[in-house]
């Protein structure tokens, strides 16, 4: 069963401009983690940012946000002011118990000068 | 520095050889995995360890077996390889302990490139 969606292929976004790439997730356990992952063109996968689901807050680092809906079950990730090293694959993934990690299949973004 | 070290890095198999790919971490971490990454299928779990000693088949473990030889390494080999098993593979750890919800994520080694001809 699909457990992380990953909706958006490709995007595209003008430098210096914001972008969401969206994540949905499905599960019953009221314990469990949410994470994006950043993989370039070279090929290693790079971990950006964390949101646990207890957490009351959105987390954030640096430029990179997680819009965190726990109702929707939605962990988007917003990318502000982007950058030419910005353009990539980014995953999104989930734990869960036995600490097990499931990933979406991907979207492309792609950062236009 | 080194984190997680998968080898080798590249390999040409011609379809029915075997071969083992070397994975290990030097941060003392519990859990390992093996994932594959193919085209528009995002990264799949073949196997994982959740501790010395424990494998467990992930998502798509057929045509494949682990090891976890001790703590920092973590092996998987492919008996008689097949042109579905080119791919890129992912070797991860993460420390294992603690709540999910506290922030126990997960590292990659650099990917190993094999392709079955």
């Known amino acids: 069963a699909q457990k992380i969606t990953q909706t958006q292929p490709g995007m595209f976004v003008q430098e210096k401009e914001a972008v969401t790439l969206d994540c949905t997730y499905d599960?019953?356990?009221?314990?469990?983690?949410l994470f994006w992952y950043k993989q370039p063109s070279s090929g290693e996968m790079i971990f950006l940012i964390y949101q646990g689901s207890y957490d009351q807050q959105n987390a954030t680092e640096g430029r990179y946000s997680l819009n965190f809906q726990k109702a929707r079950k939605s962990a988007n990730l917003v990318i502000s002011a982007s950058q030419l090293g910005d353009s990539a694959m980014y995953f999104c993934a989930m734990s869960k118990t036995g600490n097990q990690f499931y990933f979406g299949t991907g979207t492309s973004l792609t950062v236009i000068p | 520095n080194a984190g997680v070290t998968q080898t080798p890095k590249f390999q040409v198999l011609k379809t029915g050889q075997s071969m083992t790919l070397q994975c290990a971490q030097d941060m003392n971490h519990n859990s390992m995995y093996w994932y594959r990454q193919d085209p528009g299928m995002g990264l799949r779990l073949i196997y994982y360890s959740a501790s010395e000693g424990t494998t467990d088949k992930g998502e798509v473990p057929n045509g494949y077996n682990v090891s976890r030889l001790n703590k920092r390494e973590f092996s998987l080999r492919l008996e008689s390889a097949a042109p579905s098993q080119t791919s890129v593979y992912f070797c991860?750890?993460?420390?294992?302990?603690?709540?999910?919800?506290?922030?126990?994520?997960?590292?990659f080694g650099e990917g190993s490139w094999l392709t079955v001809v």
């Open positions: 991860a750890s993460s420390s294992g302990t603690g709540s999910l919800a506290s922030g126990n994520t997960i590292y």
């Open positions: 599960t019953s356990d009221p314990s469990y983690g």
